[in-house]
């Protein structure tokens, strides 16, 4: 509740908030199911591998977005050489 004193407005949204799903597990409209948290903790043991998939896309677009800017920073001297080139000749 530390972030109660800080933000106010967001203080009476939470307890609205807390009040309305209260009232939605009462009438058994939201059923909150502990097995089925306690299975996603527990798998996510297997997710190692898809952090590694995440880490292999996160590398595969640092190298592309490398290439691209080395490409747009040879494109501008292209350019700038040609601006250059038809500034001197006039």
């Given amino acids: 509740m530390k972030w109660c004193l800080q933000n106010p407005k ?3 949204f939470y307890r609205f908030q807390n009040e309305y799903l209260d009232e939605l597990i009462d009438k058994k409209i939201v059923i909150i199911n502990c097995k089925e948290v306690e299975e996603l903790e527990e798998g ?8 590694q998939e995440e880490k292999d896309l996160e590398k595969k677009m640092e190298n592309l977005m490398w290439k691209m800017n080395c490409f747009i920073v040879v494109v501008a001297i292209v350019v700038f050489g040609i601006v250059v080139r038809s500034v001197a000749m006039t």
Avoid: F, H, Q, V
């Avoid at 996510?44 to 898809?50: F, N, Q």
């Fill in 10 to 12: 967001l203080c009476a």
């Fill in 44 to 51: 996510s043991e297997g997710s190692e591998c898809a952090n």
